[in-house]
T-cell receptor
């Protein structure tokens, strides 16, 4: 079945540092890939998405590129802020015709803390 | 503003009691989902519904039940058969996946259930 693996956390950075959170996946067909962010005490919000190979999703300075050859969707940001402190989840949706159609599979989440 | 409302935010129950978590959406979405979040384990799908009066088991449905009598509402009952019910529960919705299988999920702010 489908699965998503994220890098172990927590990740602690200083403000303006470069961020990478690794995400790799296993899936059949051509899934769509997502990054969600969860701030303390809240639900998840969509951060960015990519629907086909070589697509780059971007939002609020965050970027991730759908790499089918390496089955990866790593999240990057060039200069993090204290307000970026949150939990980040990588996820994939089952592709049409598969048994996971219409469902999201999530990674375990990576806690990011940014210090001033 | 459209969105998903989960209530209550915090819920406390004694072991052996059934408890129902509320989820209401006014986004006119056909599909609704229940996820459970535990520390270090990401989100796991409990039940989902693509249309009124129809729902399917997710990956961890044992000890849970749902109903979908109205498009706007998808309540989750945590029964006494659930062995480890203390967790953070998230409800989500999306347009019907058959129309756009890469549609992101919209999440509520969650209900934290504690069973003692």
């Amino acid at each position: 079945g489908n699965s998503v693996t994220q890098m172990e956390g927590p990740v602690t950075l200083s403000e303006e540092a470069f961020l990478t959170i690794n995400c790799t996946y296993t899936a059949t067909g051509y899934p769509s890939l997502f990054w969600y962010v969860q701030y303390p005490g809240e639900g998840l919000q969509l951060l960015l998405k990519a629907t086909k190979a070589d697509d780059k999703g971007s939002n609020k300075g965050f970027e991730a590129t759908y790499r089918k050859e390496t089955t990866s969707f790593h999240l990057e940001k060039g200069s993090v802020q204290v307000s970026d402190s949150a939990v980040y989840f990588c996820a994939l949706s089952g592709s049409a015709g598969g048994t996971s159609y219409g469902k999201l599979t999530f990674g375990q989440g990576t806690i990011l803390t940014v210090h001033p | 503003d459209g969105g998903i409302t989960q209530s209550p935010k915090y819920l406390f129950r004694k072991e052996g009691q059934n408890v129902t978590l509320s989820c209401e959406q006014n986004l006119n979405h056909d599909a609704m989902y229940w996820y459970r979040q535990d520390p270090g384990q990401g989100l796991r799908l409990i039940y989902y519904s693509q249309i009124v009066n129809d729902f399917q088991k997710g990956d961890i449905a044992e000890g849970y039940s749902v109903s979908r009598e109205k498009k706007e509402s998808f309540p989750l009952t945590v029964t006494s058969a659930q062995k480890n019910p203390t967790a953070f529960y998230l409800c989500a919705s999306s347009p019907r996946q058959g129309e756009s299988y890469n549609s992101p999920l919209h999440f509520g702010n969650g209900t934290r259930l504690t069973v003692t």
